[in-house]
């Protein structure tokens, strides 16, 4: 099954998707901003990163920026709430840095699991039989 790096600073929203992503069979690494993020791909690549971008130490659109630059082909979904007056914003910025997908929070776990399979595929890093 295909690993995941999932980087978000809320640890509860965190911990739910990591669980809902392993209850599906995936590998999750889990890392709380875009320092640790950056940090623990490098260690341990991974085969997708799901990124939040409003975090501290790094924001997800310079994660996504220096991810992109030096891993083209690696599958990137930026997942952002937003901010109150135009919500999709942040969402719009990640895809022009090179996210390959975006999802507004809140999502639900079907929209998630598609968003991941979509990614996987068109990356060519699905490994499942």
Do not use: C, W
């Amino acid at each position: 099954m295909p690993s995941l790096l999932l980087i978000e600073d809320d640890a509860l929203i965190r911990e739910a998707l990591a669980t809902a992503l392993i209850d599906r069979g995936y590998t999750v690494l889990q890392a709380e901003d875009g320092v640790q993020g950056v940090k623990r791909f490098r260690a341990t690549p991974t085969d997708l990163v799901l990124t939040d971008i409003v975090m501290p130490n790094m924001e997800g659109i310079a994660l996504i920026t220096e991810l992109r630059r030096d891993f083209p082909q690696l599958g990137i979904i930026a997942m952002s709430g937003g901010v109150a007056h135009e919500p999709d914003l942040y969402l719009k910025i990640a895809g022009k840095f090179g996210a390959n997908r975006t999802l507004r929070k809140p999502f639900d776990l079907p929209t998630l699991l598609a968003a991941v399979a979509e990614v996987l595929a068109t990356t060519g890093r699905n490994r499942t039989a």
